[in-house]
Structure formats: structure tokens, C-alpha cells
């Protein structure tokens, strides 16, 4: 047991490398948690454990790594399947799995094509679906697990330029609700948090790639009732809950974390 009263789980965290994955991981450390900081941008994910390592881990009494950097493309099965055998090697099994990895691009959905569906699904919805599939079999075996899907409040409402997006995350979401009455009477969670515009540096790169970036981040603020866009730190919050040992009889849930934008 930890100093705070939670067990010293494992977790894992896809697309942990930088934004609210990176603030996931903190986190889900400052709770006691072993993280796994699973990337594509593997610089940025050893980046991101040391942070951990330097600040939770010089007072972690258990000894060992508070986190570790895993390469991790969740866009190809056996990247997935790399990786989560890293993890149980130097980790043990997950616990905690948390999918924050994610893309897009702003587009109308008449200019897009079959290249750019496949990449927006690839990593959006069947990534998720790759990393549960690697995990749940020893949730099942161990009777516990959390499972938390990062979503979008385009996934709830639409989202102009983000049809392919905002699809996949509606997959996401009916996908985890799904899970959870597959697993509810096995000691496992599985919840979805929906952010909404929230300052990253993927929200930077799909305003940059436009020519009014300024304005398209700009009306984004405005459309929240807070006049905001979130911080990383504030969707984390809500995930490292549903990732407690308190959030236990909380499943198959779907939390905007928006600033209001979405109410339902």
C-alpha cells in the first residue's frame, strides 16, 4: 500500500508523451500508481517518466521506478503487443489503462478521403480497442481494473471539420459502455472522459495547420460558457478519479470535462 491508502497498481497510459497524457500520468504517479508512459514520440515519453521519476519517485518508499517510457504506436497491433509485453516485463500486469492517445485534422468531410478515414480510425477508435484487447484478459484474471478512454465532446455533440474525428470518438464511447457491462461483475470500471478544447500542443498543431488559428482557438473560447479553453491539469483530475479505488461502483460513464459546453 501507499502513503495515501491505494494499492501500487500499474498503469498505463497511451499517448503519455506531452499534453493531458503527460498530466494523466503525473497524476495517476502522485496516487501511488507505477506508470508506463506509452508514446509513439518515445523522446517525449522518456521526457515525461523522468519528470515522474524525478519528482514522485525520490519519494516513493517502495523502491524502483515510479515510471518508465514505452514506445507505443496504438495504430498497429503489434506495436501495441510490443509494448504491453515491456510493460508486464518491468511493470507487471496492467491495471490501469488509460487510452489518451489521439489525432485529427480540420477538415469538411467532403474533401477528405479513404487514407485520411483510415488514420483518423486507426488511432482514434482501434487504438483503444488494440490496448483493451492486450489488457482485459489479466483484468479479468486478477478480478480488478480501470479503464478510462479518452473521448471528445465532439464525440457527443458533432464537431464542424471533424466528422471522421467525432465519429470514432462516438465509437469510443458506445465501445466503453459496452466493456463495462461485459465486465461489470468482474471488479473492473471502464468510463469515458470527453474534453473539450483544451490547450495542447495537438490543439496547436490543428489550428496552426489552418490560416486563422488565432480565431479558429479564439471562437473555440468564446462557444465555452467558462470563456476558456481547459488546461491538461483539469481533464487529468477527472481521470485520475475514475481511476481511484473510490470510483469502484462508477461504470460506463461518459464526463464532459469542458467548461460546460456540454451539458448532458
Request: overall charge negative; hydrophobic content about 45%.
Amino acid at each position: 500500500m501507499t502513503e495515501n491508502g491505494n494499492v501500487d497498481r500499474v498503469a498505463l497510459v497511451t499517448g503519455g508523451g506531452r499534453g493531458i497524457g503527460r498530466e494523466i500520468c503525473l497524476g495517476l504517479a502522485q496516487a501511488g500508481r507505477r506508470v508506463a508512459v506509452a508514446d509513439l514520440r518515445v523522446p517525449e515519453a522518456v521526457e515525461t517518466a523522468a519528470l515522474i521519476n524525478a519528482e514522485v519517485g525520490s519519494t516513493d518508499s517502495g523502491g524502483g521506478a515510479t515510471a518508465i517510457a514505452v514506445a507505443m504506436d496504438v495504430a498497429s497491433t503489434d506495436a501495441v503487443s510490443a509494448g504491453l509485453m515491456v510493460v508486464v516485463d518491468e511493470l507487471g500486469p496492467v491495471e490501469v489503462l488509460v487510452n489518451c492517445a489521439g489525432w485529427d485534422e480540420l477538415h469538411p468531410f467532403v474533401t477528405t478521403g479513404e487514407d485520411f478515414w483510415d488514420r483518423v480510425i486507426e488511432i482514434n477508435y482501434k487504438g483503444p480497442l488494440r490496448t483493451t484487447h492486450g489488457c482485459l484478459p489479466a483484468m479479468i484474471e486478477a478480478g480488478y481494473g480501470r479503464i478510462v478512454n479518452i473521448g471528445s465532446d465532439a464525440g457527443r455533440v458533432g464537431s464542424s471539420g471533424e466528422a471522421v474525428y467525432a465519429g470514432a470518438k462516438g465509437g469510443v464511447i458506445a465501445f466503453t459502455k459496452t466493456i463495462a457491462r461485459e465486465v461489470a461483475r468482474r471488479g473492473i470500471t471502464a468510463n469515458v472522459i470527453c474534453p473539450g478544447p483544451t490547450d495542447t500542443p495537438l490543439l496547436e498543431e490543428i489550428a496552426s495547420a489552418t490560416d486563422t488559428s488565432d480565431k479558429i482557438i479564439g471562437a473555440m473560447a468564446r462557444a465555452v460558457p467558462m470563456k476558456r479553453i481547459g488546461q491538461p491539469h483539469e481533464v487529468a483530475a477527472a481521470v485520475v478519479f475514475l481511476c481511484s479505488e473510490e470510483a469502484g461502483y462508477i461504470t460506463g460513464q461518459t464526463l464532459s470535462v469542458s467548461g460546460g459546453l456540454t451539458m448532458a
